[in-house]
């Protein structure tokens, strides 16, 4: 191999080294290859731009604003107020797979996980079921209705951007449905038969009641009228009498860190671990106020709502102060209380810093709540029930979204043109603000795509693809095309769970193409199969972001995924191997 060809399988281990890592946020990680790619004169600077004016990016973006308008006009509410009304674990389970499945094949998986991750999280309080038992299926549903349509999850469109490339004619919008909607039944029902009994059945949880793991951190200040006054910490059997435990105990500027024999003076301000219902109770009994309310008061009658929020993955608000991320002004909102996944905290709220899966409980302002819903930095645990009907911008945002895949079903339109007047349609008729859509558009997925695509020509260009499909054709190029195709969709599936699906398919596709020539095939299934692998990813909580966000909201440990996702893996494998040929032959006729 050349040197270039060797620079290049540096770049692209380095990058996979930073993918697992999660060190360094993935579109960083592809502005690095990328700058690294120029600068080594390994592809030109027109090249390294080409991904920006990608159709595969361009659509993606479009259909980010596409499904901020129908999350944002509000077309799920009449579904998920029918699904409040379900009371049976098993049967939440499989009607929120029955319904995100099919939503997953128009709406961006992100918004809708968000969407139905607060309504799963309240029933499954309601009726005292873990949400372990529910989040995961309902993750992988959303994947296994992404890869039913060209436009269902980024990965398609960007794998039939990169075959167009190689002369192939462009996949149809529901090219991928028929395979697609057997797998995601196949899928289902494993997951009601076989997977609901490797999920865990009992798990600490940051929604869990009743559970040391999950309870809020808060900060309750000692007023002259309270029982408390010159009592000993120890003496007043906090734990005992009302399940809140003292950490800290905070007088003027010192920090006392074994409270237990300090006689409590008024302006203390204890640090306390419980229940949300037992600090409350604690508070009223003892005539103590919430130290951060009471710091952050605000003037009128404002109506407020106590709300539980949770910080997204990839938020940009994670490792940042809470003095820092601006919540009292952006959303008139006083932090509470914050809880953390298997640590007890013991810093004061305003200097703890942020990490991914954090519940604070915040008191918004009424009015700010549909804001705060809104934000992708955060989400929203317990929103309030909403009993109006559909309201007209949700039914225009919907016939707009119809609207679109018709036209680009049907041919009259290519589809980054149809996305993009789709999401002009919604601009104008108001299913969004005009800020929002560039606040909800998730633009590390598009830098990432625009900056990874250039990888693809590198791999190209320095003959790297040919060298590593003569090192696979030696093991498998005497047992045909199908053994081919399980090579390609396995390496696709191993490199997935590693980097993510979109680098995945960049890496792949000319790999899958090149191999497809080897054997004198038709590459056309060898990229469907790039397609698929890359697409449902479930044996790790990092292969895609809905198994990131159900990871923390869940409580789920890393091997619970791969004990349920891997043998789903290799299902969608096997039956992959038999449907792809049947839909796409290796040799179709001329």
Known sequence: MSWQAWATVAIIVGAMALFVSERVRIDLVALLVLGALVVLGIVTPTQALSGFSNEATVTVAAMFALSLGIERSGVLDPLTRLLMKIRKPWLLTLAMMLAIAPLGAFVKNIALVATFLPLALRVCQRTGTSPARVLMPMAYAAQMGGVCTLIGTSSNLLADSLAQKHGMAEFGVFEFTRMGALLAVVGIVYLMVIGRHLLPKHIDTALSEGTDVGKFVTELEVGEDSPLLDTAIADARLGEKFGVYPLELLRGERRMWSPR?????????????????????????????????????????????LAEIMVAPASPVEDRRLAEIGLDWRYRATVLALHRRGEVLRDKLSVTRLAVGDVLMVLVDEDAMPKLRSDESFIVLNERDDARGMSRKAIVAAAIMLAVVVVSGLHWLPIPIAAMCGAVAMALTGCFGRKDVYEGMDWKIIVLLGAILPLGLAIENTGLSTVVVHGAMGMVGGHGPLAALLMVYLLTALLTELMGHNPSVVLMVGIAVTVAHAMHADPRPFVVAVAFAAATSFATPVGYPTNTMVYYAGGYRFTDFMKVGIPLIAIFCALSMWLIPVFWPFNPPQ
């Open 261 to 305: 024999e300090q006689k409590l003076q008024a302006g203390d301000v204890l640090l306390v671990r419980g229940d949300w219902e037992k600090i409350e109770e604690f508070q009223r009994q003892n005539k103590l106020a919430n130290a951060p309310e009471r710091r952050y008061a605000k003037e009128g009658d404002q109506p407020r709502v």
